[in-house]
C-alpha cells in the first residue's frame, strides 16, 4: 500500500451551523469555528470536514448550493474562510471540505438561466425531458419522498420536467455533459488551489443516469420505485466519470477524497479505495445500510450493538487487503449512535467511551462528528414543530399516511431523525449550552446540556473528553503509530452478545481492543507479559487473564 500524508491522522466533522455562532443571530459560523481551533487541537485531531459553507437557501442545509465559490453570508466571507484555513493550519489541522455535485440548488444562477432559456447552455447543464403518456418521464422516487420529476418553473402545463434525485429544490446537474464537468473540476481545483486539503464527496453514486429513463419495477403502493435502485445499477457508468475527476483534481494536488458512496458494488472496492481508486477512502456505512431494505422509514429495526458489530467487522474483514475505509459511529445524517446502537444500560458515559475506542482503533481513517467527543446522546423532540430538517418532516408526513398516530410517528423519529445529531454543540452550562448568545437558537438544544458539556469535562480526568484525547494521543504514539495504522484487523471471539473485540496486527505484534457492552464483566486469555495501553475502568490482569468490567474497554498490547 501507497502511504500517503493522511494515514494515521483522526478526523473530525464539524456542522457548521451547530458549532459555534461568533455573531448572536442563533446559527454558527466561521469566525465561531476559529475561535474554537485550540480546542481542537488539543483533542488532537488532524483533519477537519466541514459540512457545506457555500452560498444556499438552506432547503437541505447547504447541501443545496446556489453558488460553489462563495460562502453563505451566515457564515461569514471569504475573508474568514481564508484566515479558518490559515489559523488551522498553523496549529496542524487541515480543512477539507463537503463537495455537493451531484445536484445543485434551484436558486443556482445555472439553474435559473436554464429555465429562462431552455435554448441556453445552461439548459444542457440538467435533465430537462418531455413526460411520457401524460406522466412524469419514469417513476422513480426521490430520496426525500414523491417523484423525482418536477414541472420545469415557467413551463408549466408543457409537460417539460426536470430531474432532482433529493428535494425539488436540488436538481441533478448532467454529468453526461463534458463542459459541465469541466465547470465542476475547475470549482474544485480552485479550492485545492487555496490551500484546501480535499473533500468528502457528496451522494457521488447518483451522478450516473440511464438516459433512456426508463424507470424501474415498482417497490411501494404508489407505484414508484427508489432512485438508489437505478443508482446501484449504472455503478460502471459512474465509474467513467470518477476516474476524469480524479484525474484532473484530487490525483494532482494530492488531495484527499472521502466518498459517501452507497451503493458500491463490494466486489468492486479496489477499484474506489485502492492505490489507484478513485477515491482515497469511503465511509463505512454498512450497519447503517441494514435499514435500508426496508421500505419505509418508519418501519425501521433497531440495529442491536451485537449486528453492529457483525457488519463492521465484515467490512473490516473485507478492505484488509484493499484499502481504509472511515469508521464513524455517527454523522448529520444519522441519530447519535450511542441512543442508537447500545443497549439502554449502556447509553451514557461509560458507553460513549467504549464505543470511542473501537470507533477511533478501527482500521481505517476514523471520523468524529461534533458532539460525540463528550458522549452527546440524541436530543428529545417533543412535537414536530421542534423539527427543522426536511427529511424529518417528510417521513413524519409518510409515517401518518401509513397508519402511524401522531405521537407513534413522534416516536419514530426521536429515535430516527437527522435532527438528533444536528442540535448545537455543547460547550457549557450557560444560556443555549455556551452555543449562541441569541434568545434563541435555530436547532433546540439538548435537554442535558447543563450537565452535559465541554466545560464540565475538560479538566475531568475520568470524563468522555478526556478518554477521546487519551485515544487519540495512543494512535498518534510514535510506538504505536505503525500497527494502528497498518495493522491488519482481526476479529476476536465476542463471548457475549454486547461485546466488540478486535485485534489489530503487525509484523508479529498485536493489539487487543475490546469493548464490553454487557451489563457485567467479561474475560479474555491474552499473555502472561501483557501490557495494558488504555483502559476506561480499573480492569484486572492476572494470569494471563484480563477481566474487563461492565461498560468499559480496555487497548492491550499482547
Ligand atoms: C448526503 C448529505 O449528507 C445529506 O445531508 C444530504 O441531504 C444529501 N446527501 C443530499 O445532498
Redesign the pocket.
Known amino acids: 500500500m501507497q502511504t500517503k500524508w493522511w494515514h494515521g491522522k483522526v478526523a473530525y466533522q464539524i456542522y457548521p451551523k451547530s458549532f459555534c455562532d461568533s455573531n448572536g443571530d442563533g446559527i454558527g459560523d466561521l469566525q465561531g469555528i476559529i475561535s474554537k481551533l485550540d480546542y481542537l487541537k488539543e483533542l488532537g485531531v488532524e483533519i477537519v470536514w466541514l ?1 457545506p459553507i457555500f452560498k444556499t437557501p438552506f432547503v ?5 448550493i446556489a453558488d460553489y465559490e462563495d460562502i453563505d453570508p451566515v457564515f461569514g466571507t471569504m475573508a474568514d474562510f481564508d484566515e479558518l484555513l490559515a489559523k488551522a493550519k498553523e496549529r496542524g489541522i487541515d480543512i477539507i471540505l ?1 463537495l ?1 455535485i ?2 445543485c440548488s434551484n436558486e443556482h444562477e445555472w439553474f435559473k438561466k436554464a429555465c429562462a432559456d431552455l435554448n441556453s447552455e445552461e439548459a444542457k447543464y440538467f435533465y430537462f425531458r418531455k413526460g411520457k403518456n401524460g406522466l412524469p418521464p419514469d417513476n422513480l422516487r426521490s ?2 419522498g414523491g417523484s423525482v420529476w418536477e414541472p420545469v418553473p415557467g413551463h408549466e402545463g408543457e409537460d417539460l420536467y426536470y430531474l432532482h ?3 425539488k429544490e ?1 436538481p441533478d446537474l448532467n454529468w453526461n455533459y463534458a463542459p459541465l464537468r469541466q465547470k465542476l473540476f475547475d470549482m474544485i481545483n480552485f479550492w485545492l488551489d487555496k490551500g484546501v486539503a480535499g473533500f468528502r464527496i ?2 457521488i453514486m447518483n451522478i450516473a443516469k440511464d438516459l433512456d429513463f426508463p424507470g424501474l419495477p415498482a417497490d411501494g403502493a404508489d407505484g414508484m420505485c427508489s432512485a438508489n435502485k437505478m443508482t446501484a445499477k449504472l455503478s460502471d457508468q459512474a465509474a467513467t466519470f470518477l476516474t476524469m475527476m480524479n484525474d484532473a483534481t484530487f490525483k494532482p494536488h494530492d488531495a484527499l477524497s472521502v466518498a ?1 458512496a452507497f451503493g458500491v458494488n463490494q466486489d468492486s472496492l479496489k477499484n474506489y479505495i485502492g492505490d489507484d481508486g478513485f477515491f482515497n477512502t469511503i465511509f463505512d456505512f454498512s450497519a447503517r445500510e441494514l435499514n435500508e431494505k426496508y421500505p419505509a422509514y418508519y418501519r425501521y429495526r433497531p440495529v442491536s450493538i451485537a449486528k453492529w458489530r457483525d457488519t463492521i467487522f465484515a467490512s473490516q474483514e473485507r478492505v484488509n487487503d484493499i484499502g481504509f475505509m472511515c469508521p464513524i459511529i455517527e ?3 444519522e441519530p447519535r449512535g450511542v441512543s442508537y446502537y447500545l443497549p439502554r444500560h449502556a447509553q451514557n458515559a461509560d458507553g460513549a467511551k467504549a464505543f470511542g475506542a473501537v470507533n477511533v482503533l478501527l482500521r481505517g481513517l476514523p471520523f468524529i462528528y461534533q458532539g460525540q467527543e463528550i458522549g452527546m446522546t440524541n436530543t428529545r423532540f417533543n412535537s414536530i414543530y421542534e423539527f427543522d430538517d ?2 424529518a418532516k417528510d417521513n413524519y408526513k409518510s409515517a401518518l399516511e401509513g397508519g402511524l398516530t401522531p405521537s407513534q410517528a413522534l416516536e419514530v423519529l426521536n429515535v430516527e431523525s ?1 435532527d438528533n445529531a444536528r442540535t448545537p454543540m455543547l460547550w457549557s452550562s450557560e444560556k443555549n449550552a455556551g452555543f449562541s448568545s441569541a434568545p434563541i437558537t435555530w436547532l433546540k438544544v439538548h435537554q442535558d446540556y447543563q450537565t452535559l458539556n465541554v466545560a464540565a469535562q475538560k479538566d475531568d480526568e475520568n470524563s468522555v473528553l478526556s478518554f477521546y484525547k487519551q485515544l487519540i494521543a495512543l494512535k498518534k504514539n510514535p510506538q504505536y503509530k505503525e500497527i494502528l495504522t497498518y495493522g491488519k484487523f482481526k476479529a476476536l471471539d465476542p463471548v457475549a452478545e454486547y461485546v466488540v473485540p478486535f485485534a489489530r496486527e503487525l509484523d508479529g505484534k498485536m493489539i487487543y481492543v475490546i469493548a464490553n457492552f454487557e451489563d457485567t464483566e467479561v474475560s479474555y486469555g491474552v499473555n502472561a507479559d501483557s501490557k495494558i495501553l488504555l483502559s476506561s475502568k480499573e480492569v484486572q490482569l492476572q494470569d494471563g487473564r484480563v477481566t474487563i468490567p461492565a461498560v468499559s474497554c480496555v487497548v492491550i498490547e499482547l
Open positions: 459540512s437541505d442545509q447547504g447541501y443545496d463537503d455537493v451531484n445536484h430520496y426525500f434525485y433529493f428535494t436540488q457528496d451522494a459517501e454523522n448529520h445524517d426536511v427529511n437527522r
